[in-house]
């Protein structure tokens, strides 16, 4: 169960940060993926009742309140990069590798 939780958490903040700068597939998950991801950080926090984590709750506590309340919406918009066949091969090419690095937090517990 704390590995779901984990795994959720971080794969959830990963796509709701990404969604966040604007990158098109994630960009409509932003705010239920932000919301769900926080609840799942937060009942993980509290389950490992680790004393080190408990900043960490503050933060996930912030962060449901942003996307339960859409205040993440008064951002301003990220400044269009470019446009075409090379930057959409760029932004693919970065957001697989921050997918690929999410996937090795995830993982290293594992191993």
């Given at each position: 169960m704390p590995f779901i939780l984990y795994t959720v958490a971080v794969l959830g903040f990963t796509i709701a940060g990404l969604g966040l700068l604007g990158i098109r597939p994630f960009k409509w998950m932003t705010r239920p993926v932000m919301v769900v991801a926080s609840?799942?950080?937060?009942?993980?926090?509290?389950?490992?009742?680790?004393?080190g984590l408990f900043w960490g709750g503050g933060v996930s506590l912030a962060l449901l309140l942003t996307?339960?309340?859409?205040?993440?919406?008064?951002?301003?918009?990220?400044?269009?990069?470019g446009s075409g066949l090379w930057h959409d091969m760029g932004v693919g090419a970065v957001a697989s590798l921050v997918m690929v690095a999410a996937l090795g937090v995830v993982l290293w517990p594992l191993r």
């Open positions: 609840a799942y950080s937060l009942v993980a926090i509290l389950l490992f009742n680790e004393p996307g339960v309340s859409g205040a993440y919406r008064l951002l301003p918009e990220p400044a269009p990069l």
